[in-house]
């Protein structure tokens, strides 16, 4: 984006105006076009984006003014039987499909990084229109992608990326583009909000619960991406990049999933009223001293009260949590993930950059200006549930109380329960800093008192 | 819009496919140029929607990709201080000002219909875009103020004209564009909400809650348009227009607001384990005979379970349900009044129109092309909580049951309770025509039985 003060006069809408800006927008193939599509994969998305681009093809043809033609389906395996789907289409080379002339529009649902990165690339240099729901793709690459699109005059729209149906890129790329974002916290990822609802209601087990969604669909095959955060890690980097106009890859989401989450964290939880959710929260953080701004992106599992809006996000639903100074606290909630919810995304984001395509220009690009520094992890201020085992003998609390204090890090409550030849003492901080904290938590470890360190929970909400 | 199967060869952008259709694509200013804004009202949201202008210029020169600049600001009395605001841009001719060369976004935020549909129609056919935040004026007149934006190829849009900075019109337009919306069901009168909630929660009167939503700010000195609904009337209005891509007014809305809502009525909802809430609701309906589909878009009064999402939003928050054929249900939550939340969404709508002005291009206009038929009012069916005080003597149930029965209305529940003289009859039928339910009451009118027909409240949820 050129700084208005460079360059006042108006210029013609083709020139451009330094390399990253955009190169003036394309004027559409107009009124009542075809907009020649390729779909890149046929899973449970692909599927059933291609039935409702046939099944609502008038409606489509309505509200673009001009119609959508499939005219390529890529797929990795053709000998597998797609009923539905006109042999013709198929194709198991994505690189030709889109390269060719007759081509506008490029929806990726194909999934995974190395791949869909070099399609994606190639199609947006080639002056394609790309939509996709790949968040791991956008966490890693946004920079690079959005230069293409950029230098092609283009659209890339990820509305599928985070939180399928539930409209959060839109609003924080739209709505809220006259507004100050501060912060966005959501439950993002389905798979492991049911594990821990499930655990929460139920009183099971993280691997009894883990079993059941991977049972009902709720969880893949190899479930590490949902349960170590990596999927909601991708989806904080783009909510961070989107609510502060500064480039987040998931390189810079701190992420730590919920398979350490027991049975006893539950409890504790519920003790504390409180019940347990991974979180993606992203924040935008002023230094008291100095005025600087800076961000943070960061995924784990936390304590939220049973009376916070986000602790009665059920199942496999998602929800997102938006702060800004003018517009205060907004809420979007709704299905995260499916074929049908992430479809829906998808086909909000084909019907706009048909649009374009036909009657001209383009949605808004990536949007990084501020480029504000990533925050230390270690300064990230929150509250903390620790969980320990002790000796059960005289000056035990002390000693642990001095290590708190050691570092700084200042004790809310304090509840001891004697267990067979022992106790429990569970201890909530008030705010501390994560690097006193960490600090903490090593200098307990190391105490004669403390058999062990159970668990060491985030507060959140 | 184009039916494209009218005319399948690419036509020149610039080329008019019809008297509806948008006039081609108007190329930008070019990357860098200023934008000139005049600014219609400066009340509570139009001071604030200056300040922020002002406040964040370099954030929205650089999303924008040019320069916002308030060439103008129209007010009704130029005598009356105005901080902040330099007394050369002001004016109260606000028809000269718009009509202005050097303007090319207008933001009317001055209210009321008459006037300001004066002065955006003039605004759009002299190709400026508009934004405004005039519920009234776009649910009354979207016809013709479309027709016109459509014309000149600019935007007007109107973010802040539905529940302040809860994005709503932006999911309809453009994430759900790929979607079928069915039903659209919300609170989004704070006013009415604070009154309701704080019955609820205070046992106090309707009279005493509506003086103290007045002396907070919550209400205004005349507050019909609020508690009789018809503020949510114009809401309901657009949000079917948007969902069901028909054009629904705010004559078509049938409108009950909350004047009679007494304290009785508030505990007869809790005694049937709900609250009582201002709802408008846009439905999709479809005849199961022949298939056909019309449209419906109502407000009332009405009883929600207290475990519905609906019943927790509070104080004078707003949160819209939408459901749709492939995102299934999703849920908005947020400020839907206020000067700063409806200033978020102003804004949000001028960086856009910004955006387009400077690069280029549109933004989605009006889509009408479903056409759908209004129902009929009196074909709706849901279900009615029905207050009757009664004599107590034999018989009277039967005469009571057989005035339900007799209008085809079968009965959920009935509770009896002896009061002084007589007896309080309390009915929750099943869901039963609108029609219907009148006759009965009517009926139940004639009765010598029937003392009085306290209440008639609709349930939903």
Redesign the interface.
Known sequence: ?????????????E?S?GAS??S??K????????VGVALLGMGTVGS?VLR?INE?SE?????????LEVRGVAVGDLSKPRPGVDRELLTDDALSLVKREDIDLVIEVIGGIDFPRQIVTTALRGGKSVVTANKALIAAHADELSEAADESGVDLFF?AAVA????VV??LR???????VNAVMGIVNGTTNFILDAMYHRGASYAEMLAEATELGYAEADPTADVDGYDAASKAAILASLAF?TRVSGDDVHTEGIRDISVDDIDAAKAAGSTIKLLAICERLVDESTGTESVSARVYPALIPTTH?LASVSESYNAVFVE????????????GA?G??T??????????VA??IV????G?GE?T??SLPIADFGDIQTRYHVDMEVVDRVGVLAEVANAFSAHNVSLKTVRQQGIEDGARLVVITHRAKESELKATVESLKTLDEVRSVRSVIRMEG
Not at 1 to 13: E, G, K, R, V, Y
Not at 27 to 34: I, L, Q
Not at 164 to 167: C, D, L, S, W
């Open positions: 984006m050129t700084n208005a003060a460079q360059s006042t006069a108006p210029q013609p809408a020139s105006s800006a955009p003036g927008f004027p559409g193939k107009g009124a009542g076009a075809t059933e409702l609502r409606e489509f043809a309505s509200r673009i003014g001009g119609r509305e399928a149906a539930i409209p839109g609003p739209r709505s809220l583009a006259g507004d100050k106009h809006p800004a100074e003018s517009a205060g606290r907004l809420m979007f909630y709704g299905n499916g049908g919810p479809a829906s995304a998808v086909l909000g984001d084909v019907v706009a649009r374009n009657h001209g220009g383009r808004p949007s200006y501020a």
